[in-house]
């Protein structure tokens, strides 16, 4: 973290805490099964222990923290019938979202969401060509955000982002390779062709296909570390 949180009052910082560990889980600085300690946070944010630990136990039901009596509080570790359905969860609500896109586009509504989606388009094939991954994965979270918010279901959208948020645990393992970023990229232009010709039904199947690749690539490259560990 760059600088100590500077927020007004016990309530407001325990709010900032809590973003600034959330943001340290889901960019991976704090890994899965790592033991959060209150001390070295405490020092590195620049408030007391006990607002750490109010902020700790607030993510609690995030599914981000696990608290385990007498232990104290872990980073959680997703187990592969979690990652599953999270993906299943996530690929139901985003077809969803694309078709509802599609449909938008095709009513006028969202006469923007074509250049939009062409631009990030443009930077994620630069990223790709520069290998950046960090980059890749930050343009990849914002095509799929746009696409969330054309669907004009602001509930939905709720929802998908509690999922995402989850999701961060594991997913940057699935577009940690060139092969699958490449794919992956592939998908996302066959998903914007359709939404921006105003296609519910090829929006919609090319969506589902999306995530279910998505997680044929995590389980292969998460395969692939479990063999570099043995």
């Known amino acids: 973290m760059k600088a100590k949180l500077i927020g007004v009052g016990r309530a407001t910082l325990a709010q900032e805490a809590r973003a600034e560990i959330e943001r340290m889980i889901t960019e991976g600085e704090l890994t899965a099964g790592e033991k959060l300690n209150e001390l070295d946070l405490s020092m590195l944010m620049g408030v007391s222990r006990g607002t750490v630990r109010e902020a700790i136990r607030s ?62 388009i443009d930077k994620m094939e630069g990223a790709q060509e520069t290998e950046e991954l960090a980059t890749y994965y930050a343009l990849n979270i914002e095509f799929h955000d746009m696409l969330m918010a054309a669907a004009g279901n602001p509930k939905a959208k709720v929802i998908y982002d509690n999922i995402k948020r989850e999701m961060h645990l594991f997913r940057r393992k699935g ?54 560990e043995k």
């Open 59 to 120: 993510l609690a039901d995030s599914g981000l923290v696990d608290l385990i009596a007498n232990r104290g509080a872990f980073v959680h570790e997703t187990t592969l019938s979690e990652v599953q359905n999270l993906y299943e969860l996530r690929g139901a609500i985003f077809a969803m979202a694309c078709a509802a896109a599609a449909r938008r586009v095709g009513t006028g509504e969202e006469r923007d969401l074509a250049a939009a989606l062409a631009v990030n």
């Open 175 to 228: 577009l940690s390779i060139a092969s699958n970023i490449a794919r992956s990229l592939e998908e996302h232009r066959v998903i914007a062709d359709a939404v921006t010709a105003g296609n519910e039904a090829a929006a919609r199947d090319a969506a589902n296909a999306h995530i279910q690749r998505g997680f044929d690539r995590y389980m292969i490259t998460a395969g692939r570390s479990r063999e570099t």
